[in-house]
């Protein structure tokens, strides 16, 4: 059975962005095909929590490669997407202009299927900050249900 969500997906609104592609590349270092954060929803510093969304398309990258009939989006972005929400989060927060570089990950699980067409919705929550490391829970979401959910370990590189 799935943790408790961290947030109430109901109560955020999608469509009212923090953050769009181009203030979040204004944080985030990564460009092209390894872009895979498209808006940041909701940012509660005092709370420690963040949301973000990835909508996945039909013409990324891995989808033709990535299973050919069934296309399922990789773990691995899964978790990428969720450590750029996580390193826009630390630089928001830390008031730098270093990005988090993923130093690890800890119980990661992935629990349903993302496809293209899905609206991939991350949530972030704090458990460490300090200026030299950062530890975010992350949880990922489509249509409601929880498809994702891991530790982000960072620290902040030049």
């Known amino acids: 059975m799935p943790p408790k969500p961290f947030v109430d997906l109901d109560s955020i609104d999608l ?13 985030n270092p990564q460009r092209y095909e390894m872009e895979h954060l498209d808006g940041v929803a909701h940012l509660d510093m005092d709370a420690g929590l963040v949301v973000g ?6 013409d990324e990258f891995w989808v033709r490669g990535h299973i050919p009939g069934r296309p399922l989006l990789p773990g691995v972005l899964m978790c990428e997407a969720a450590a750029q929400l996580c390193s826009y989060y630390f630089n928001k927060a830390v008031d730098t202009d270093k990005f988090l570089g ?6 990661v699980k992935f629990r349903r299927p993302v496809a293209p067409g899905d609206r991939f919705i ?27 959910e891991g530790t982000i370990i960072g620290m902040p590189m030049r």
């Open 15 to 27: 469509t009212n962005l923090v953050a769009g592609p181009e203030e979040i590349r204004r944080h």
């Open 53 to 58: 969304f990835k909508d996945v398309r039909d």
């Open 102 to 107: 993923f130093g690890g990950m800890e119980e």
């Open 122 to 148: 991350i949530v972030a929550r704090v458990k460490e900050l300090r200026p030299r490391r950062a530890v975010l829970e992350c949880q990922g979401f489509v249509d409601g249900r929880m498809v994702f």
